[in-house]
């Protein structure tokens, strides 16, 4: 009998067991029992609009205005305080003073109200008085499940319930689209604009300061609503960035997540702060946030609602391919250079597609792309251009242009191209250029969800960030080509921590180029051969060791730049010029800094190979933590700035990315007849380097500049480490890290009844093919018991659902692996699977356990049971259940052998749980 257990889904509403049935956010975008606090019916007040906007749009539930002054606040009975109030209030609305604010937010935790909006302005944007306020509020909340929008909002709205909690002249529209923003006066705008365009809204909220609920809160809710297909967001600051970007990792492979970020330029940074009280992150860093978690970036507010717009009505391309039709020579010109100038490509027209189209046009037609059909074209003309064109799959997208002239027909055209849409699966987009005269054949073409653009270019841009969406969300799922050796991680991470702490109690921060290359040294990173020599003497006789010519640096723990105080000598050929190197070396550092800071000098091999000049390199960002940085390096790298960055850790993948952003990368495959660089070698030496640095937090800086990468080898010439403040050295196992490391410390040995030894160790992305292997070995029952239906082989095991399995988020979910290697081929093999995932409570998961049939009935389930236990309390989680089909006798003698409740009912599932 298999030992499997089911993950239910997060959708399903039957399962309130598991804990699925209420999210936190229901009390505020679906209140049953709503109180506005501060309700009056001064004429223009906030407090009489909120209460009219919440009578005039009927949202299923009953309000309570709360007024110490007034019987009835517009007709309605009115309360004195929120104590007063009977019923169980869901949703509290505050829009009294902000001195008044803390005391109404403790009333609400004693009242259990779930959920609370904080229109009120006076907090932390208005200095330290308004900050302490906010932490007034934070310390009721800390012991209690009410959850705040704000505090300087604007609201919120629910289109699809008609909930309108906002001060804003009237409700969004209906549609598939959640909008959130800290900006209450950029809402109101854009809520115009919507009406206009006739443009709906699943969700649109007003977020202010984010006192509690953030950026990531929200989009976990909009990426569990069914009704939002997207999510676009204007940001100003990123505020919580680990919760954000574990939100966004988890969403948009599912829904497009589309930001527009704000404060770009220092200028524009100062003004944002002002009016959200948050300092802006660097923005080249949040780029490589945004890259890293599959967002979509775009630079105009117009983007920000095109995109939303185009990815609710057309499917995302497949490649930057682009077919374009126009009636006009010249739009199809304009078109041609902006796809272009963004990355994009014109699709090549096939021979078939030629021909078809020679037999339906005039001869002097283009007769290339773009496909230029004339200025005279009739509707059925394009219409039938369209129909052929859409057929060659030589393309992955459609712009369809149309400029008024004497005889065009824009309204005919657009009625033409509706009532025959060719049903296929690449976008369509249209751009009818003009006023007046193509207004209707525009709204013709709205009907027909065609996203259409008054101007060619727009279309295109709108175009190539589709394409380039598509392919970096494909690139970045990628799975990677090699796996770094788990069982060395261990050894190597607490070797270093033991030199780093022999450093601390030196006093010392500074780690000489010896103790820089030891390091990168223990991570598998090739470095020069470098030893130290304290006198010209023993320089002579490690020179003669080595074989010239060799170089001379400066060995010291206080200087890091050797060359600003003479101390590099290089290419020296006997030991006359490495004696002269050595004094030269210790007269120049004591005659610029003094001698304390000469403590002798290096002797290294001169590396005569030609090659890149690489910089590899580290630092730890206020907001995101240790941030990559790959790219052109030595004398150049201040001047040439060709370099990227990224968040680790990093994989095989990831690094490649990283790479392949910089210019210097075309030249790595070889140029006029030169040899290419190993890139698998260069990969490897990035993935190994972000280890580093996500295994020692101690690490403030690091850099190699440069790393030489020549067809021959890659090379580390010289390193740079500078540590964390000493006083800080308490707390270094604990840095701020945007994305968790993987978790070593689950890593563990185990034998099986046969006495073969295996790994239990946490799942990565490169385990995807060792993980269809596995499932390869999974009999129909086992497959059964596990997910509670009978799935094939090659729909368990596509890329987009092994993404799922393999590519997780450690802080949302975890899955350790039972790893069997094979002594003899070197080969590894997985025997089981076991998943913890964490529930909207992250203090309660479900788990599931599933066995290789050939591996059962040898306590291999047991263990790996006990093993997840084991991780749900280090992982602070407080309760632990499953669902078991009720003939698995043997998952549920498991359990009750592990300490696990059973619930067991005629004809349904049993409910194990237990209580850590």
Not at 519 to 546: F, K
Not at 772 to 780: A, G, I, K, R, Y
Request: hydrophobic share 40%.
């Amino acid at each position: 009998m298999t030992k499997t257990l089911k993950i239910s889904s997060l959708h399903d509403p039957s399962h309130d067991f598991l804990g699925y049935r209420d999210h936190p956010l229901d009390a505020i975008f679906s209140p049953r029992h709503v109180a506005l606090i501060g309700a009056t019916e001064k004429e223009g007040s906030v407090g009489r609009t909120l209460l009219s906007n919440l009578l005039s749009h009927p949202f299923g539930g009953t309000i309570y205005p709360v007024n110490p002054k007034r019987p009835s606040v517009m007709g309605i009975k009115a309360y004195p305080t929120l104590s007063s109030i009977q019923d169980p209030i869901d949703l509290a609305i505050i829009v009294t003073p902000a001195s008044t604010v803390p005391p109404i937010v403790k009333e609400c935790v004693n009242a259990n109200v779930k959920g609370a909006i904080i229109i009120s302005a006076g907090f932390k944007e208005c200095g330290a008085p308004g900050i302490q306020l906010e932490h007034e509020i934070q310390k009721y909340l800390k012991e209690s499940s009410l959850r705040i929008i704000g505090p300087n909002c604007l609201g919120v709205m629910n289109p699809i319930s008609g909930l309108n909690a906002t001060f804003a002249r009237t409700l969004a529209k209906p549609g598939h689209v959640g909008f959130i923003s800290q900006s209450g006066a950029l809402c109101t705008a854009i809520l115009d604009w919507s009406l206009k365009e006739s443009f709906g809204f699943s969700a649109f909220v007003s977020l202010g300061s984010m006192l509690d609920i953030n950026w990531g809160d929200m989009i976990n809710y909009l990426g569990d609503d069914p009704n939002t297909h997207s999510i676009v967001i204007y940001m100003e600051s990123i505020g919580d960035a680990k919760s954000f970007l574990s939100a966004a990792r988890e969403v948009a492979l599912t829904k497009p997540i589309i930001v527009l970020k704000v404060g770009q330029t220092e200028e524009a940074s100062k003004a944002a702060s002002s009016h959200t009280g948050t300092l802006t992150g660097s923005d080249e860093v949040l780029d490589a946030a945004f890259r890293r978690s599959g967002v979509l970036r775009v630079e105009r507010i117009a983007d920000l609602f095109y995109m939303a717009e185009v990815l609710a009505k057309q499917p995302l391309p497949t490649g930057p391919r682009l077919a374009i039709l126009t009636n006009a020579g010249g739009a199809g010109v304009i078109a041609t250079d902006a796809l272009i100038w963004g990355g994009g490509k014109l699709a090549p027209l096939s021979e078939n597609t030629l021909q078809k189209l020679n037999q339906i046009l005039p001869p002097h037609w283009s007769h290339a792309n773009p496909i230029d059909i004339l200025g005279d074209a009739s509707p059925e003309k394009y219409r039938q251009a369209l129909e052929i064109a859409a057929e060659d799959k030589e393309s992955d997208g459609l712009l369809l242009i149309l400029a008024p002239q004497a005889m065009t027909e824009p309204t005919q055209t657009a009625q033409q191209i509706k009532d025959h849409l060719p049903k296929i699966d690449k976008p369509i987009l249209a751009s009818w250029m003009g006023g007046v005269d193509v207004a209707k054949g525009q709204n013709i073409l709205s009907e027909a969800h065609i996203p259409h653009f008054s101007y060619p270019d727009t279309a295109v841009r709108i175009f190539n960030y589709m394409w380039q969406h598509q392919q970096h969300l494909k690139n970045l799922y990628e799975t990677p080509t090699f796996s770094l050796e788990t069982d060395k991680m261990s050894s190597q991470k607490s070797k270093i921590e033991k030199m780093i702490q022999k450093i601390y109690r030196q006093n010392r921060t500074l780690l000489t180029e010896l103790e820089a290359k030891e390091i990168l040294s223990e991570y598998q990173i090739p470095t020069v051969q470098t030893r130290h020599a304290q006198n010209p003497e023993q320089a002579s006789q490690i020179a003669q060791e080595m074989g010239y010519p060799v170089v001379l640096k400066l060995h010291s723990q206080t200087l890091t730049h050797k060359t600003d105080v003479g101390g590099v000598q290089l290419n020296l050929k006997n030991s006359e010029e490495v004696k002269r190197a050595f004094d030269s070396i210790q007269n120049s550092v004591t005659r610029k800094r003094g001698a304390k800071h000469f403590l002798g000098v290096t002797v290294q091999p001169m590396i005569q190979t030609a090659g890149f000049e690489l910089i590899l390199g580290s630092s730890l960002d206020p907001q995101f933590g240790p941030v990559i940085l790959f790219g052109l390096g030595g004398k150049w790298v201040e001047i040439f700035k060709d370099h990227s960055l990224s968040l680790p850790p990093l994989n095989s993948t990831l690094a490649r990315l990283m790479m392949e952003r910089t210019k210097i990368f075309s030249a790595f495959k070889g140029v006029r007849g030169e040899e290419a660089i190993n890139l698998g070698e260069l990969e490897k030496i990035v993935v190994q380097f972000s280890q580093l640095v996500m295994e020692q937090p101690s690490i403030q800086e690091i850099d190699i500049n440069p790393l030489l990468a020549s067809p021959d080898q890659i090379i580390a010439l010289d390193a740079r480490i500078i540590l964390r403040p000493q006083d800080l050295s308490s707390s270094s196992k604990t840095v701020l890290t945007a994305i968790r490391p993987y978790p070593i410390q689950y890593i563990s040995q185990w034998k099986i009844k046969e006495g073969q030894a295996i790994t239990f160790r946490p799942i990565r992305p490169e385990d995807e093919p060792l993980m269809v292997q596995f499932h390869q070995t999974l009999s129909e029952r086992s497959v059964y018991s596990r997910f509670f239906e009978s799935l094939k082989l090659d729909q368990r095991t596509t890329h987009e659902r092994m993404i799922h399995r393999c590519f997780i988020d450690y802080d949302r979910e975890m899955a350790l692996v039972a790893d069997l290697k094979n002594s003899q081929t070197e080969n590894h093999e997985i025997l089981a699977v076991g998943r913890l995932s964490k529930l909207r409570d992250p203090s309660q998961a479900e788990f599931a356990v599933l066995v290789n049939d050939f591996y059962q009935n040898q306590g291999l389930g047991t263990e790996l049971l006990k093993k997840l236990l084991e991780i749900a309390r280090c992982e602070k989680i407080h309760r632990l259940a499953a669902e078991i089909l009720p003939d698995n006798h043997m998952m549920q003698h498991i359990c009750e052998k592990l300490g696990f409740d059973l619930t067991r009912s005629l004809g349904e599932l049993v409910k194990a749980s237990i209580q850590l």
